[in-house]
Every structure is written in structure tokens, then in C-alpha cells.
């Protein structure tokens, strides 16, 4: 997709189909007290039928986010054929980047109700300033026009959906330019990790995972080291040779390399599970809804999409990305429960339930990231069902070993719109992991089963400040998550990352 900004002063003549026009609220969200009639911000320069059309629509729209009219222009008036006015349902006072992202979703979706392929999009400012306002207008837009067709032939099609092509963002100044500059290459990313999320089993194997990096890498300028079964078994990365034991398909490490800071500074770590299919292995799931475990490698594809867009960025800090990953099948050779397995930390694990792979292949990971002396390490994954049952599909679970860093890690993701709740990693779960043969097995019973999967980590990561997401509800699902996210794969954690890393350059 083709995003450029345009000045405010060029709306009267802005040769569009379809300009998008926010509308503010005019309630006290509260009280609900209201206003008055509201006066939302017009543009001076857009001309008097528009500003006339605006006034009559503008009471249809108050304060309900979504909701939208759509006019025509009067007949040979230069600028925007039609306008659509949009709901923010806030004052503009109170408006988030998110409700910006959201906006630009509902602008999109408009124009391909209208089958049209450009449109322009007014960006309503954000106290954080024109960046901000650019960089979430652009991230809305882009990520909202985004579709997963690679698989379709359009047999049987009558009509090909239309693919929103050209977006115009319109607002004024180099920090407007340098925001949607920013916000088209973090959804581009983003977008990134949503195609590799999307792609099937058979296709989306761990060898493709790698080559995909491997390319970006390429590409994009980051170095990228490939580890397969038998550098595997040199680090001694049983744990993970334990999963992909019971497959066809070779394992991989993936290790990318973004040298954007000094030599000697110590490195920002990212670790994503890329489990490319989980069956369970010998503890095997439930037919019902399987399928969705192709997505089981999304916190990789989010890490693998965030190095990309830190090195486009030039994001300036060292930032290692590195992705474990495995299919967890079944067969003769798989791993069985009660097996008990040496970790690369040297750790012994009872595998009570082979199904907890995703700690498994994590925790050599972990163990390996140690070497490069972190500064500080955010891993991501779909670990456990039970953060669904925690917290639904609107919060990542977030938890790790250091307070301040959780507490970070929790505004980028706020400030994202990839939003994370903490849970308490109290001692007392701890002991849920007890083993009778081991030092530790790979599962702590029903009970607070995201904080038990968290402790496991946590036992690999030493003195390291570490915080784990826990995305198994938030990186993908069947409905629109919001305006700018259609069903299948959301690329949740990649804005959160790329944001944290940002925060700390
Ligand atoms: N990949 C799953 C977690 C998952 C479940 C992600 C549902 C998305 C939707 C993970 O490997 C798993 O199977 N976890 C088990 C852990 C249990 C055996 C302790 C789970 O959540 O059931
Ligand atoms: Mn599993
Ligand atoms: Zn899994």
C-alpha cells in the first residue's frame, strides 16, 4: 500500500474519492453531561458545501465510535468527491492513539464498502503531539488494508474483494511526515508477522521460518544465524531437540542481529516462540479447532517482523531477536510423558505433559540469550490457554522478574494499543512445579497455569531482567479484533516490541 500526507491547505483541492473526517464527541464520558451541539474541529480550507454537509451530519455522530455518514460533494466543486464522517466517540481533548489507529480502520473498511481503492484520511491531533497522531493514523490505515489472499486462486469468485491501494494522510508538519513514515514501516512489520502467522503448517514450517529471516535479514540489513540439529546438539539444547524429536521437520534457532548501538553495549534481547504446528505430541489436543494451532508461532513471527522494523527504522541500540522453532508432533520417536530431560542450563525437566512444549523449546532459548549479557530480554508467546480464562482476548499477559522493567514493558504496550495486564509471579507458585525426579516438571496443574508456564521461564533466565507476554488470546482470532484487524492472525506483540526497543534508544 502507497501512503502519503498531504497540508491541510490543500483539502479544498484534494483530488480524492473518499475523505475521511473525524467527528468528535461532545459528552463527558462519566457524567454524560454533554457540551452542546459540539464543534468539531473544521478544516477552514475545505469549501462551504462541505462545511455545510458537516454541520448537518455532525449531530448524527456525537460521541458513538464507528458510526458514520456519508455525503456527496455538490456537483463541479473541486476537492473530495464524498466525505465520510466518523465517530470518534471522544472530545479531542481525550483522544488516544488507539482511537486515531481505530478511526483510520473505520476509513478503510468505508472505502472498501465503496469499492474504491484511495482515499484521503483527516488525522485529528493527539496531545502526544502530530508524530503520534501520523505514526497511529498510518498504523490504522495500513495494517486495516491488509489481507491474507497468497492461498486463493479466486476460483469460484465472482468478485475479487477490493484492496484499499493509496492512502493520503492529511496534516501538517515534518513531524507529521516523519510519524507516518514511522507507523508505515511498524504495520508494514507488523503486516510482516501477520503473513507468516497466516501461512499454514505445511507451508510455515521452522526451515521456512529461518529462510524468511534469513531474506529479511538480507534485505534490511540485520545479520542472521541459523542454528539446525546438529549446532543444536553441539549447545546441548536438549529441550528443544526433545520437541522436535517426534517430526519430520528439522528444528531451527534463529538468532537476528540488529547492530544499531555502540560496540560494547550490552544488547536488548527478544525471544518468540515459532512453534509451526502443536498437535500436543503424544499428550495430544482435541480435533475440535486444531487447525488454529498453525498460529502457534506467532510471539516468533512478531519477533522476526519487530527486527525487521527496528532495522528499517534504525533503531539505534543492539537488538538480538531470537526464535526457537519446532513442530510438536507425534510418533515413534516423540518425546512421552515422564520422559526427563537434561536443559541446556543444565536443569533437569520431567515432561509430565509433552503438550507444554512451548516452555520447553523457550527455556534453552532463554538459557542461550544468556551469553550475549542482556541489558534486558522480553519473550512472547502463545504459552497457555488459561490466559484466556485469565483475561480474555483484550490483554496480553505480562509477567517477569523485574518490576520496573514489567511496569515498561506494560506503558509500551499501552502506548501500542497491544495492551498487556500483569499477573503476580508470588513465590507460592513456585512450588506447583515441583518434581518428584527431576529438578522441575513442565507443568503446575490447573491452577494459575499462566503463571506457572511464566515461573518455568523464569527459572532460565538467572539474575537477567526478563518479562515474559503471554499472547495465546491476543495474537489472533476469528473476529475483528478492531476496525484495523480483520480475523486470523493480529501480528500481536510486534508494535509492543518495537515500541519498547524505541523507548529504550
Ligand atoms: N500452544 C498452546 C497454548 C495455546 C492454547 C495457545 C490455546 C492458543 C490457544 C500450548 O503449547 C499448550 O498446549 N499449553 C497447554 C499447557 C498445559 C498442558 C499445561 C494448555 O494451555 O493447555
Ligand atoms: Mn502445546
Ligand atoms: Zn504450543
Same mark, same amino acid.
Given at each position: ?167 493520503? $494522510? %492529511? /496534516?501538517? #508538519?515534518?513531524? *507529521? =511526515? @516523519? &510519524? ?9 512489520? !507488523? ?78 534481547? $527478544? %525471544? /518468540?516462540? #515459532?512453534?509451526? *504446528? =502443536? @498437535? &500436543? ?9 486444531? !487447525? ?86 522480553? =519473550? ?126
Amino acid at each position: 500500500m502507497a501512503l502519503t500526507t498531504t497540508s491541510t491547505d490543500s483539502l479544498a483541492t484534494l483530488d480524492t474519492p473518499l475523505l475521511a473526517v473525524p467527528v468528535f464527541g461532545t459528552h463527558d464520558a462519566a457524567t454524560r453531561e454533554t457540551d452542546g451541539p459540539g464543534a468539531p474541529t473544521m478544516p477552514g480550507a475545505l469549501p462551504a458545501e462541505l462545511y455545510n454537509a458537516l454541520r448537518n451530519a455532525r449531530s448524527d455522530l456525537r460521541a458513538n465510535a464507528g458510526a458514520k455518514t456519508l455525503v456527496w460533494s455538490a456537483e463541479g466543486v473541486d476537492g473530495p468527491e464524498r466525505l465520510v464522517f466518523i465517530g470518534v466517540g471522544k472530545r479531542e481533548s481525550e483522544l488516544t492513539a488507539e482511537d486515531v489507529r481505530r478511526f483510520a480502520g473505520h476509513a478503510v473498511r468505508q472505502a472498501e464498502a465503496l469499492r474504491i481503492e484511495g482515499l484521503g484520511i483527516l488525522v485529528p491531533s493527539l496531545a502526544d503531539g502530530p508524530g503520534i497522531a501520523a505514526q497511529s493514523a498510518a498504523e490504522g490505515a495500513v495494517l486495516a488494508s491488509w489481507r491474507f489472499r497468497e492461498l486463493k486462486t479466486g476460483a469460484g469468485e465472482t468478485e475479487e474483494p477490493t484492496e484499499v491501494t493509496d492512502v493520503t $494522510l %492529511v /496534516g501538517d #508538519g515534518e513531524e *507529521f =511526515d @516523519a &510519524g507516518a513514515e514511522n507507523g508505515v514501516i511498524i504495520a508494514d512489520a !507488523e503486516n510482516v508477522a501477520r503473513v507468516l502467522q497466516s501461512r499454514p503448517g505445511n507451508v510455515a514450517t521452522p526451515s521456512h521460518l529461518a529462510r524468511v529471516a534469513e531474506a529479511l535479514g538480507r534485505d534490511l540489513g540485520f545479520d542472521v544465524d541459523v542454528l539446525g540439529p546438529d549446532r543444536l546438539k553441539e549447545e546441548r539444547m536438549r529441550a528443544l531437540l526433545a520437541v522436535s524429536q517426534g517430526s519430520e521437520q528439522e528444528p531451527r534457532l534463529i538468532v537476528m542481529h540488529h547492530r544499531g548501538g555502540g560496540e560494547g553495549e550490552k544488547p536488548l534481547v $527478544l %525471544v /518468540g516462540k #515459532g512453534l509451526t *504446528f =502443536d @498437535a &500436543g505430541g503424544i499428550s495430544i489436543k482435541p480435533a475440535k479447532g486444531m !487447525e488454529e494451532m498453525r498460529f502457534d508461532m506467532s510471539g516468533g513471527a512478531a519477533v522476526i517482523a519487530a527486527m525487521s522494523a527496528l532495522a528499517r527504522l534504525g533503531v539505534k541500540r543492539n537488538v538480538i531477536g531470537i526464535v526457537p522453532s519446532s513442530e510438536n508432533l507425534l510418533g515413534g520417536r516423540a518425546v512421552k510423558p515422564g520422559d526427563v530431560v537434561k536443559t541446556r542450563s543444565g536443569k533437569t525437566v520431567e515432561i509430565i505433559n509433552t503438550d507444554a512444549e512451548g516452555r520447553l523449546i523457550l527455556c534453552d532459548s532463554l538459557d542461550y540469550a544468556l551469553q550475549f549479557e542482556p541489558e534486558a530480554m522480553v =519473550d512472547c508467546a502463545t504459552l497457555t490457554g488459561s490466559v484466556t480464562y485469565a483475561l480474555g482476548n483484550n490483554a496480553i499477559g505480562l509477567m517477569g522478574s523485574d518490576d520496573a522493567l514489567v511496569e515498561e514493558v506494560r506503558q509500551a504496550g499501552e502506548r501500542s494499543g497491544e495492551r498487556c495486564w500483569t499477573l503476580p509471579m508470588w513465590p507460592e507458585y513456585r512450588r506447583q512445579l515441583d518434581s518428584d525426579q527431576a529438578d522441575l516438571q513442565n507443568v503446575g496443574g490447573r491452577a494459575a497455569g499462566t503463571i506457572t508456564a511464566g515461573w518455568f521461564l523464569r527459572e532460565f533466565v538467572q539474575d537477567t531482567k526478563w518479562a515474559h507476554l503471554d499472547v495465546a488470546g491476543t495474537a489472533y482470532g476469528d473476529g475483528e479484533r478492531t476496525s484495523y484487524l480483520r480475523k486470523g492472525g493480529y501480528g500481536v506483540p510486534t508494535r509492543l516490541l518495537v515500541e519498547w526497543v524505541r523507548g529504550r534508544a
